[in-house]
C-alpha cells in the first residue's frame, strides 16, 4: 500500500497542476479527466502533460523503498477523447460518476498500451494535434480493440520536446 500511496500521491499533484479532474482509483487504475466539469479547449494537452508527467513519476517511485534493488514502478497509460455522461450517484457514499462509450475506450486505450508508454486513440491523437501541433506521436498502426474492431492507435512520445511543448503552450494561454 505504500508504493501505490506515494504514487498516487505524486499524480494527484499532477491532476492538479494539469486542473483535471481526478475520478476515481480502482486496485491499481488512476482515472482523471479533463474538460469537466467546466469545459476546457486545452482539454486534451492537459490530459497528455498529465500522462507524461504520470510516467516521469512512476518511474521514480521505488516499489520498496526499503528494498531499491526492485527498482522502480512501470505502468501502461492510455486515453481517449469524446463525450460523456457525468452525474453524482448514491447515497451512502455518493460519486461523481462518468459514465458512456468514452470512458470504455480510454480504458481499453490503457489496456492496449505498453510498459511506460502512453497509447492514445485516434479521437485523442486528432484532439492533441489540433491544439499542438509540433507535438511528437507515433502511430502504432491498426490494432484489435476489444468491442471496436481495427483502430489506428498512437503513442504520445515520453520525451524532452514534447514537456517543452506543453511548456510553450501554457506560456501563450498563460496558463
Known amino acids: 500500500m505504500s508504493m501505490l500511496d506515494r504514487l498516487y500521491t505524486k499524480l494527484d499533484i499532477l491532476c492538479r497542476e494539469a486542473l483535471l479532474f481526478k475520478v476515481e482509483t480502482i486496485g491499481d487504475a488512476y482515472m482523471c479527466v479533463g474538460g469537466i466539469p467546466e469545459p476546457q479547449h486545452s482539454h486534451a494537452v492537459r490530459v497528455a502533460m ?52 468514452t470512458v470504455n475506450t480510454a480504458s481499453r486505450m490503457e489496456s492496449n498500451s505498453k510498459q511506460n508508454k502512453i497509447n492514445m486513440s485516434p479521437q485523442a491523437h486528432k484532439a492533441l494535434k489540433d491544439v499542438l501541433p509540433s507535438i511528437q506521436t507515433r502511430s502504432r498502426g491498426l490494432l484489435p480493440i476489444k468491442g471496436k474492431g481495427d483502430v ?17 503552450y501554457f506560456a501563450l494561454l498563460q496558463y
Not at 71 to 94: D, K, Q
Open 50 to 101: 498529465f500522462a507524461i508527467g504520470a510516467v516521469r513519476s512512476a518511474n521514480s517511485t521505488l516499489i520498496d523503498e526499503e528494498n531499491p534493488a526492485l527498482e522502480c514502478i512501470n505502468i501502461r497509460v492510455g486515453f481517449h477523447s469524446g463525450p460523456v455522461v457525468a452525474s453524482v450517484v448514491g447515497e451512502l457514499n455518493p460519486r461523481y460518476c462518468l459514465f458512456g462509450d
Open 152 to 168: 489506428e492507435c498512437f503513442y504520445l512520445e515520453v520525451s524532452e520536446e514534447n514537456y517543452g511543448c506543453f511548456n510553450e
